[in-house]
């Protein structure tokens, strides 16, 4: 059995609920305070190696889940590090890969960086309004200098709650695996 194949016994698909209540209320918190809590990262971590040892035996579970976890951080930490990504986006990834197979991780990964873009136009849209953000995005194709002129930032929050993009690629990547490229 996958280790995030949620279906089938009493205790995957509790594994299934604690991961998914966990992601969620993380996708609230950045929502709200654009923050995600160290020790709801590190309860996640430990849920997700805990569930790993269970689900298979802990001679292998065990080690599959610290690599899902250092995969997921070593994929979205140069985004850190180029201020593009907060620390607890980071964290949250990497806590959660725990509970993957290293193979969705990679696709988690994609799936989360697919919703990030959805979500920056989402924002864009908001800030500024279907008609510039559609003109910059159309004109972009053909002129990339044009998107790389910033607009101006609208008063408020300058950030995207980026826990929530990671949230639904690492949904997808836990519940549906077969539709991303390496479930």
Same mark, same amino acid.
């Not at 607890?88 to 969705?104: C, E, H, I, R, T």
């Not at 989402?122 to 053909?142: D, K, N, P, Q, S």
């Given at each position: 059995m996958a280790m995030s194949d949620f279906a089938g016994s009493a205790l995957t698909m509790v594994g299934g609920a604690c991961f998914t209540l966990a992601l969620v209320v993380a996708s609230v918190w950045d929502i709200r305070s654009r923050r995600i809590p160290n020790w709801l990262v590190i309860a996640l971590a430990v849920l997700g190696v805990c569930y790993s040892a269970l689900v298979q035996s802990p001679s292998s579970g065990v080690p599959r889940a610290l690599l899902g976890l250092?995969?997921?951080?070593?994929?979205?930490?140069?985004?850190?590090?180029?201020?593009? =990504?907060?620390?607890?986006?980071?964290?949250?990834?990497?806590?959660?890969?725990?509970? *993957? $197979?290293?193979?969705?991780? +990679?696709? @988690?990964?994609?799936?989360?960086?697919?919703?990030?873009?959805?979500?920056?136009?989402?924002?864009?849209?908001?800030?500024?309004?279907?008609? =510039?953000?559609?003109?910059?995005?159309?004109?972009?194709?053909?002129?990339?200098?044009? *998107? $790389?002129?910033?607009?101006? +930032?609208? @008063?408020?929050?300058?950030t995207l709650p980026y826990g929530l993009a990671m949230t639904a690629g690492l949904l997808i990547a836990a519940w549906f695996p077969r539709w991303l490229p390496f479930g």
């Open positions: 250092l995969l997921g951080f070593v994929l979205w930490i140069p985004f850190y590090a180029l201020r593009m =990504l907060g620390a607890g986006d980071v964290k949250l990834f990497a806590a959660a890969s725990s509970w *993957l $197979a290293p193979s969705q991780v +990679v696709g @988690a990964a994609l799936a989360s960086a697919l919703a990030g873009g959805v979500l920056s136009v989402i924002g864009l849209v908001l800030a500024h309004g279907l008609g =510039l953000t559609t003109f910059r995005i159309a004109h972009g194709l053909r002129d990339p200098k044009l *998107l $790389a002129t910033p607009l101006a +930032v609208p @008063a408020g929050r300058k």
